[in-house]
């Protein structure tokens, strides 16, 4: 009875899907990210906040709005949307009935010594004649085949879609982290510069003291290397402005060009907190995480339309029409024709073919759970992957600003002691070349700041907004 009833509602376009039901696999989330501060966790995350809030520099704002609306892997993506559209759009269509017009023109002639035998003398060979109408064909969908062909091709659908916004979010993290690349470049130009100009005073002083036999050629020689230093050092820094320039011009879909600065990298401003919110709205919240379960949905759905290969597959064939051998009686009622055919197919022997479909469907959706577990913990991993970056780097910078300021007070100090005749220009060197590599490696950190908590955005799922 229970059969009889699947199949009635089946005609009336319903029909029992056969396969699994998807449901969303249990994957069990930490009660905190690893490397978050907070003793308890609350549900407000950093990625609540709108991108153009964070840092406040309208140059970096305008760069990714630019690289929003030209990028090329954002362009792909969004055509990869459509095509999975138009792929969902072919799937369902199967669905419903197809139907077809035609008109046809016959001229035909019949061989008087071919296979047609006693044709009476006289008889004429040639006919000519006219046909037209409307021709049906319909699959019924008892078993759900192509119901979960639909549903396989809309999660594809969505998964593309998923896929666009986690193109958008990674091309948000590498406009940004590039832009601090080049304004922790312009700060090393910059700091390179005053050194040179430092170094190069401080040579000329040397060689004066020299030829007043105050001080010796070793003397000058060592003013040389903190001059040559710093030459060195503005090449190299020139270098990687250039170079961050060219790969933020492709990143906006231009060619190699000069790039606009906002704030300098001392004016940039970190948000006051960066909360990482609750675990598990990360799943919600990852674009990875969403196309991989889409992708899992979809492998689900496929289990089901080849297990319904086994049952058999009822299609509905017609034609109404008409046959007149003059055009003008093509429309009379003398010229109807039409047929009606259903047909049953039933699979008996295959070799094997259904069962194998349905266990490679089966290992497709095993695949695709390994993908969306290791989506997961890859997301938790790199939230406290971020949040430790982020904390240590935070650390290491305030630690690099004291180390910092002491230098350069040793700077002064040495110079003191070097006029007062109490320490050779050695001292004053070393102090200037200690000093000139630590405002670097501040620089460097807090370039490494700005970016920790970019890779923090992204991790937990922010995008524009």
């Not at 085949?145 to 993290?173: N, P």
């Not at 180390?403 to 102090?431: E, F, H, K, P, T």
């Amino acid at each position: 009875m229970k059969k009889i009833s699947c199949l009635a509602v089946a005609l009336l376009g319903a029909g029992c899907a056969v396969g699994p039901n998807y449901q969303r696999p249990s994957v069990p989330a930490p009660p905190q990210f690893r490397g978050d501060s907070a003793t308890q966790p609350e549900a407000a995350s950093l990625a609540d906040t709108k991108w153009f809030d964070l840092f406040q520099d309208e140059k970096l704002t305008g760069l990714v709005n630019t690289a929003l609306a030209q990028n090329y892997d954002l362009r792909v993506a969004s055509a990869r949307i459509l095509e999975a559209r138009a792929q969902l759009g072919i799937t369902r269509s199967q669905q419903f009935p197809s139907l077809n017009g035609s008109v046809q023109a016959n001229v035909v002639r019949t061989s008087s010594v071919g296979a047609t035998t006693f044709i009476p003398a006289g008889t004429d060979l040639d006919v000519t004649y006219f046909q037209g109408g409307f021709s049906l064909a319909w699959e019924l969908d008892i078993w759900g085949r192509l119901r979960r062909l639909t549903e396989a091709a809309r999660a594809q659908y969505l998964a593309t879609e998923e896929a666009r916004r986690g193109v958008m979010t990674t091309l948000i993290a590498d406009v940004s982290s590039e832009y601090f690349n080049l304004r922790e470049g312009d700060r090393e130009l910059a700091i390179a510069n005053e050194t040179r100009q430092v170094a190069t005073d401080g040579l000329r002083l040397t060689t004066l003291r020299k030829d007043g036999g105050t001080a010796t050629l070793l003397d000058v020689r060592q003013a040389e290397q903190l001059l040559y230093t710093a030459t060195a050092q503005i090449a190299a820094a020139r270098k990687q402005i250039e170079q961050s320039e060219n790969l933020l011009s492709l990143l906006l879909a231009n060619n190699p060009q000069a790039i606009e600065r906002g704030k300098l990298l001392t004016e940039l401003t970190l948000p006051p907190a960066v909360p990482a919110g609750l675990p598990s709205s990360l799943l919600e919240r990852r674009p990875d995480i969403r196309q991989a379960e889409q992708l899992l949905i979809s492998a689900n759905a496929n289990i089901g339309a080849a297990k319904a290969e086994y049952f058999p597959r009822i299609d509905l064939t017609g034609l109404l029409g008409a046959q007149s051998r003059a055009l003008t009686g093509l429309f009379s009622r003398d010229a109807e024709d039409w047929n009606f055919s259903p047909a049953i197919s039933i699979p008996i022997f295959n070799a094997g073919r259904i069962r194998n479909g349905v266990r490679l469907t089966e290992a497709q959706k095993q695949e695709a759970l390994a993908v969306y577990e290791k989506s997961v913990r890859t997301a938790f991993r790199e939230v406290s992957d971020a949040l430790v970056a982020y904390r240590r780097t935070v650390e290491q910078r305030a630690a690099q600003e004291l180390l910092v300021n002491a230098l350069r007070d040793s700077v002064r100090l040495s110079i003191l002691r070097y006029r007062g005749g109490l320490d050779s220009y050695l001292q004053v060197l070393d102090s200037q070349r200690n000093l000139f590599q630590g405002d670097l490696d501040l620089a460097r950190l807090k370039r490494d700041e700005l970016i920790s908590v970019v890779s923090l955005y992204r991790a937990l799922g922010g995008g524009w907004q």
